[in-house]
């Protein structure tokens, strides 16, 4: 088993940035591939970026590509989401998932055996 505790949400204005957090713990030598979801209020779970979690390969949806940044610490097991520019529409609770099997459609939720508790970050406008 994997868990997954993410950190790092909060409230903040129009503009600005946030780096939201993800430590990892348990059998962490399975994982392959880390990614970020959202799921803001009344809409489905989407996703926001992957990377692979040997060889640091990433992966973004066109709608975050240039504002968000995803990056791993391999020694401290520690997966990060740098966020730019903040918009009232990124208001979402945001999760961490880990997988055990390198893929080619990082972008797909059952790719990922583990999830965190999600944080939540609402930008205020």
């Known amino acids: 088993q994997v868990q997954l505790a993410e950190s790092g949400g909060g409230l903040v204005q129009t503009g600005d940035s946030l780096r939201l957090s993800c430590a990892a713990s348990?059998?962490?030598?399975?994982?392959?591939?880390m990614g970020w979801f959202r799921q803001a209020p009344g809409k489905d779970r989407e996703f926001v970026a992957a990377?692979?979690?040997?060889?640091?390969?990433?992966y973004y949806p066109n709608s975050v590509k240039g504002r968000f940044t995803i990056s791993r610490d391999n020694a401290e097991k520690t997966l990060y989401l740098q966020i730019n520019s903040l918009k009232p529409e990124n208001t979402a609770v945001y999760y961490c998932?880990?997988?055990?099997?390198?893929?080619?459609?990082?972008?797909?939720?059952?790719?990922?055996?583990?999830w965190g508790q999600g944080t939540q970050v609402t930008v205020s406008s």
């Open positions: 998932a880990a997988g055990p099997k390198a893929t080619m459609y990082p972008s797909y939720q059952r790719v990922y055996d583990y």
């Open positions: 990377i692979s979690w040997s060889g640091g390969t990433t």
């Open positions: 348990g059998r962490t030598y399975s994982i392959n591939v």
